[in-house]
């Protein structure tokens, strides 16, 4: 018989509080692993509709672009980027290079002109970048696609001229499918260009800033209104984000290399709103982890203090028999921490279970700010949560345990031994 | 040498601000292998006594020696290791912890040491066996009778073969045949073993199974047979 045997009987002795400590303990521990799980699951979905809709993984522009470039856009872009597409995508793990030439513009019906920001992007490679690794459920559309096409036809490189407007640009113009519109803006040389384009499709993103702004054209189209055959941006993809980090780092060699004059730049240093949201979700998670360490704490101090004051003959007793007050201490210890590892073992199966019950059903959301589109929540079980909640609860049931454990060491055993 | 030696001892509580003597000046000497009874009323200091030759409370002054060695010098955990190897205790109220079974109690005091488990195992078993509960060793505490409760508690006191046992009322809980088939078991460990027992008692009943009485009044040790 030992120490730890000794202490997991005092705690099954009185079952029900026991058993309602644990509970209360396994409820905090729940919270923890579904709450996490439901934001790991928003920061998941936001992320990767902001690099497929808008960023990609990683950026290639000319060097100085971030710093200067937007006041002169045109004075950075890229020449010749077909020759570094090839180099890019030999890269380990890059799914898709794609070019891109933005421009602000003016758009027109004849009748009503607006301000709009036009993506001259290929056609071609940028489904890839849409749709990539994602079955196109409806699920998906309602949560991981990038881009989705709500009316019309998506871009097609063999009609130039067909260009798809944002679901809130068409919306305000009052146009739709197959209207011809006047797109007009500066050339890469100052003066002034228009081109007839005809609306093919409409399209919405995660971002509605975005899709009340935007225009997307073929890149060869953005090209010839902008006169020019070099472009802003090269967009990658890559297969897994996780490997963003990596890929950059092996991307610059490749560059460096080359003696190339480009900068770099990921997912998440173009992505504010991601980062902010992931601050803020970051620190209402650490509220929740603060108050179910508040929770933990108080129900195993009262359970402990309850056995401390309960069994105050018995502790004089054990130590009348030569337990030393370190061992006494140790025993109460080691009861707090089996209330923690019992109630956190528990927490952790009926999170667990309920996190993966509810990302079975999924819980519909209403459209994120700046969002357009309603979503279906998935909570994933994350298993640095899993264990952060498990420890969390072993942690703070050893910290509540202390002082009653040391309160019971601290007693004077012939008055203990009086106590009935 | 005196196996127990208290010199000089007073015992003060404190009940609030009042001052409360429990011993006023005893002197007692206790040598190996004796049956003592320490005997007087309600509230005249025998449990104080035994606890101080227990080495569970300290006096407010004068010298209590176990074995020689002067207890007053000794830090808490020295004090813990001599009550685990030298004084094995029984209690008015039994004190058994209740989560364990009859065997497991018996074995409580031999976990403080560094005997091979299957030797403490052997050794409860031996220790309940002496008092006839060999039978009962997995019932827990509370499915035991009183009596047997206690026989339980003499085992757990002589298990870890201490030179001394206190007894602090050992039968006050007991009806009287099964008390005094108890205070027999204690005699017959002590007459077996050499083992030191003291007890306090105020049946007269009891009394007269001691060796030897020391009767006390009001903190004072009135008489010495």
């Known amino acids: 018989m030992t120490t730890v045997q000794i202490a997991l009987r005092n705690v099954f002795r009185h079952k029900t509080r026991s058993l309602i400590t644990m509970s209360a303990i396994a409820f905090g521990c729940t919270a923890v692993i579904f709450v996490g799980g439901f934001f790991e699951d928003i920061l998941y979905k936001m992320r990767e509709s902001y690099i497929k809709a808008h960023t990609g993984h990683l950026q290639i522009y000319k060097q100085g672009f971030f710093e200067k470039g937007s006041g002169k856009p045109f004075e950075y872009l890229i020449d010749h980027p077909e020759q570094l597409i090839p180099l890019i995508s030999s890269v380990d793990g890059v799914v898709a290079v794609t070019q891109r030439l933005q421009f602000a513009g003016l758009i027109s019906t004849g009748d009503t002109t607006v301000s709009c920001f036009g993506q001259g992007v290929e056609p071609e490679r940028e489904p890839a970048i849409r749709l990539a690794g994602h079955p196109e459920t409806r699920k998906d559309l309602a949560s991981l696609s990038g881009t989705v096409i709500e009316d019309g036809e998506p871009l097609d490189r063999r009609d130039p001229y067909g260009i798809i407007v944002g679901k809130g640009l068409a919306a305000g113009m009052d146009v739709a499918v197959g209207t011809n519109l006047v797109l007009l803006t500066h050339t890469v040389g100052g003066s002034i260009n228009a081109l007839d384009v005809t609306m093919k499709g409409s399209f919405f993103t995660s971002s509605k800033a975005f899709d009340d702004y935007a225009v997307r054209l073929p890149l060869s189209t953005a090209q010839q209104l902008l006169q020019t055959t070099a472009v802003q941006s090269l967009v990658v993809l890559l297969k897994k984000t996780e490997d963003t980090s990596r890929a950059k780092h092996a991307i610059e060699r490749v560059l460096a290399a080359h003696h190339l004059d480009l900068e770099l730049k990921t997912w998440d240093e173009l992505s504010d709103f991601y980062v902010k949201t992931k601050a803020f979700l970051e620190r209402l998670f650490m509220i929740l982890k603060f108050v179910v360490a508040i929770i933990v704490i108080l129900s195993i101090y009262n359970t402990m203090n309850m056995a401390v004051l309960e069994r105050t003959s018995e502790i004089g007793t054990i130590m009348a028999l030569g337990t030393k007050r370190s061992g006494v201490l140790r025993l109460f210890l080691y009861e707090g921490a089996a209330l923690g590892i019992l109630g956190g073992g528990l927490g952790l199966l009926v999170g667990s279970l309920l996190t993966l019950l509810v990302k079975r059903i999924g819980i519909p959301m209403p459209a994120p700010p700046g969002a357009t589109l309603s979503w279906l929540s998935e909570p994933i079980v994350v298993p640095s949560v899993l264990m952060f909640a498990f420890v969390l609860s072993v942690i703070t049931a050893l910290m509540s345990s202390c002082y009653p454990a040391y309160k019971a060491s601290r007693l004077e055993i012939a008055e203990a031994l009086r106590r009935v | ?225």
């Open chain 2, 1 to 225: 040498m005196s196996l127990i030696d208290v010199r000089a001892v007073t015992k003060q509580y404190w009940l609030g601000r009042t001052p409360v003597p429990a011993l006023r000046g005893i002197d007692l000497s206790v040598e190996p292998g004796e049956f003592l009874a320490i005997a007087g009323p309600s509230g005249s200091g025998k449990t104080t006594l035994l606890n101080l030759m227990g080495c569970i409370e300290t006096p407010t002054h004068g010298a209590v020696r176990i074995d020689g060695a002067d207890v007053a010098g000794l830090s808490g955990d020295s004090l813990a290791e001599l009550r685990a190897t030298k004084i094995g205790f029984i209690f008015q109220r039994f004190n058994l912890l209740p989560v364990l079974t009859a065997l497991e109690n018996v074995e409580y005091p031999l976990l403080l040491t560094r005997l091979p488990d299957q030797q403490k195992r052997q050794r409860a078993l031996e220790a309940l066996e002496r008092v006839g509960l060999s039978s009962f060793a997995n019932h827990k505490p509370l499915e035991l009778s009183g009596g047997q409760q206690q026989r339980v508690a003499i085992a757990r006191a002589i298990v870890a073969e201490p030179r001394i046992v206190l007894a602090d009322e050992p039968t006050a809980n007991l009806d009287r045949t099964t008390g005094g088939d108890i205070l027999s078991l204690m005699k017959s460990i002590n007459q077996r073993q050499r083992t030191t027992f003291i007890f306090s008692t105020h049946d007269q009943k009891v009394m007269e199974l001691a060796g030897r009485i020391v009767l006390l009044s009001d903190g004072l040790i009135a008489s010495r047979p």
